[in-house]
């Protein structure tokens, strides 16, 4: 009789228990129908938002110039930094969606009153408020006195009224530095040559005038630094440079030493490698930036000159930029090749090879060095 009631109280727990579980089955499913649908719902009011007018009310006009070449995702974000739109991302995967990516170049006039659906629709059909009286086209690459000579030719402007300008520390400090607050206190370093040096972005520029001054001319270059830099901000805050300054230095490098696309994160990958071994970036190209130098090949005899940008005589990354790097060269520097290369050799063909040891490297440097020998010749 005690066993049966053994038995009995044994298949009553287990029932209890089976009853238990149910619960906490139950329990657990409904809670994540309600994640769930909460997540869904959040999502569908975000996008809903994100699609609708910032300020439905809003009477104010605002003029933006979408320069030729401009990228979606560029758009979304200057479009973002206008106060326009709410959010560049959902911009893109919207217009992508739509199939409506291709916007005109030109001068708009939007107004925050209108919907994504009205700008995207505006700008695939050109309905532009005037086309730029003036475009300027800023290479990638390009140093300031490239580009103030650029400005100068287009613009009609004293090539060294420009220089004297862009050169003018207590000017840049009171004028641009308190604009943009990526712009630090390392570019009024008197060893920089230029003080704004890889930081007016290369793109095409429309303005509405034949003869801008020349603030609203570098204040529309260094508006698109600031928003590329935005589009890269989490990467940055985390990169073991530590600063944007430092960052635009080694993507300058990268720019001139890596002409083809594929290369540019390895050679960012090689740099990274150099730097953790405490090894001289031995980098050519910043060199004949010390010289002032447009010449093909680097002699031992450059190599000595003596300059905070010579990275032959000095360990790290030179004092600051050498040129206006491109995004794709500031996104390889942020998003460098896992290599364990130590060397590479640019050859005049533009192909670039890798290798590990000095032993290695020298026996490619051997082998190919006649081509710039000839390279020289030509000159």
């Known amino acids: 009789m005690g066993e049966s009631q053994d038995q009995f109280n044994k298949l009553k727990e287990r029932a209890n228990e089976a009853q238990l579980v149910r619960k906490i089955v139950f329990i657990i499913v409904i809670a994540l129908a309600i994640i769930i649908i909460g997540g869904i719902t959040f999502i ?17 006009k605002i ?40 916007f005109k170049a030109g001068i708009y006039q939007f107004s925050p009153s209108m919907s994504v659906k009205d700008v995207i629709q505006k700008m695939e059909n050109g309905d532009v ?19 103030t000579e650029r400005i100068a030719k287009k613009t009609g402007m004293s090539t060294k ?10 000017y840049i400090k009171t004028h641009y530095m308190k604009k943009y607050p990526f712009l630090k206190d390392a570019i009024l370093d008197k060893k920089i040559k230029s003080p704004l040096e890889g930081y ?43 600063s944007v300054h430092k960052i635009l230095t080694m993507a300058s490098i990268v720019e001139r030493e890596a002409s083809q696309p594929e290369d540019r994160q390895k050679v960012a990958g090689v740099f990274y490698n150099r730097i953790n071994k405490g090894m001289p970036l031995q980098s050519d190209i910043t060199v004949l930036y010390a010289l002032g130098s447009s010449k093909q090949k680097v002699t031992y005899k450059d190599t000595e000159v003596s300059s905070p940008y010579n990275t032959y005589h000095q360990k790290g990354l030179p004092i600051g930029p050498i040129n206006n790097p491109s995004e794709a060269s500031i996104s390889a520097v942020l998003n460098p090749a896992d290599i364990s290369d130590l060397y590479f050799y640019a050859r005049p063909n533009g192909k670039i090879i890798y290798t590990k040891t ?13 081509e710039w020998d000839n390279v020289k010749k030509e000159e």
């Open 129 to 147: 408020d005037r086309q730029a009286a003036l475009t300027v086209v800023i290479p990638e690459g390009f140093t300031v006195s490239q580009i």
């Open 161 to 170: 009224a420009i220089h004297d300008k862009l050169t003018n520390r207590d």
């Open 44 to 60: 569908f009011y975000y996008i809903h938002h994100s699609l609708a007018p910032v300020s439905s009310s809003s009477d104010k």
């Open 358 to 370: 000095l032993a290695e490297h020298d026996k490619v440097v051997n082998k190919y060095k006649h």
């Open 63 to 102: 003029v933006v110039a979408i320069p030729s070449g401009t990228s979606v995702e560029g758009i979304g974000d200057l479009l973002e930094s206008k106060g326009l739109i709410h959010s560049s991302p959902v911009f893109r995967y919207y217009a992508k969606y739509k199939n409506q990516t291709d």
């Open 200 to 242: 007016l972005f290369p793109a095409t520029y429309g303005y509405d005038k034949k003869k801008p001054n020349l603030d609203t001319i570098i204040d529309k270059m260094l508006d698109k630094t600031q928003t590329i830099l935005n589009k890269y901000q989490k990467q940055i805050n985390t990169n073991s440079l530590g």
